[in-house]
């Protein structure tokens, strides 16, 4: 069996509690923050790897960035392309797995957000990824991650939660975290009246000092942690983890 974010089922099932309206309604304020974070200026040229649905590769090119948009996900490339069509958009669309895109020296920004680093359980592949996402920046190039750092997960932690979904269905999760706290496993129920899908996931989790030495190890001269992508501090308050990596 294919491990879960090989699936395209699990990504299309959930696509409804990942990617909420108000996701979409952050994305302006997302796209301020890593602007801001990596000082680059419009005309510049992106990658967003895991770019999901597009949300944040559109508002990039509303803002007249040159935007590569990359995803395993044949569904949310469908709808990102429709999306971009709409508004009249240029966006390039590459269907591909994160482990294996890579386009040397390229871009002048690359981001990696929402928690889309991690899944493999062989750390060499996460270090594939941050290689690739290395490789593909300019020299003076900048990356900007965002993902739930481990420190900030072993504040909020809980074991259980339900939530109903805009659409009606009730999303059920129930969270393990191994010894050691290097990684974490998940069950995510969805009950659409009758039915009912279950996946098991489960991904590696970071803290800033480990996150920020594999992106050294891999190249990156500086690597600066922030709380959010607002760039408040990194500290007991911190709501997210955000690194921002300069080749």
Not at 6 to 21: I, L
Not at 37 to 44: Q, S
Not at 84 to 89: C, D, K, N, Y
Not at 129 to 150: D, T
Request: aromatic share 10%.
């Amino acid at each position: 069996m294919a491990p879960w974010h090989d699936e395209d089922r699990f990504w299309e099932t959930f696509h409804p509690s990942m990617f909420p309206e108000a996701c979409w309604e952050r994305a302006a304020s997302d796209i301020d923050g890593v602007l801001a974070l990596a000082g680059v200026a419009p005309g510049a040229a992106v990658l967003d790897l895991a770019c999901g649905p597009g949300r944040h590769c559109l508002e990039l090119a509303r803002r007249g960035y040159r935007v590569t948009g990359v995803d395993r996900t044949a569904a949310f490339l469908e709808e990102a392309h429709r999306r971009a069509a709409a508004e009249g958009l240029q966006v390039e669309w590459v269907q591909a797995d994160m482990r294996r895109f890579c386009r040397p020296e390229a871009f002048d920004l690359a981001i990696n957000l929402y928690t889309a680093f991690g899944y493999f359980e062989d750390p060499a592949e996460d270090r594939q990824v941050a290689r690739n996402l290395y490789q593909s920046l300019r020299p003076g190039g900048v990356l900007v991650m965002e993902l739930m750092g481990k420190e900030v997960l072993a504040r909020i932690f809980r074991e259980r939660d339900w939530r109903e979904e805009p659409d009606g269905a009730l999303l059920l999760e129930e969270r393990r975290v191994c010894p050691g706290w290097d990684w974490i496993e998940c069950r995510w129920i969805r009950l659409e009246g009758e039915r009912r899908t279950e996946y098991r996931l489960s991904h590696r989790l970071y803290s800033a000092a480990e996150l920020s030495g594999l992106l050294r190890d891999v190249g990156f001269t500086t690597v600066t942690p922030s709380g959010d992508l607002a760039g408040a501090p990194y500290d007991p308050t911190a709501k997210r983890l955000v690194l921002v990596g300069r080749r």
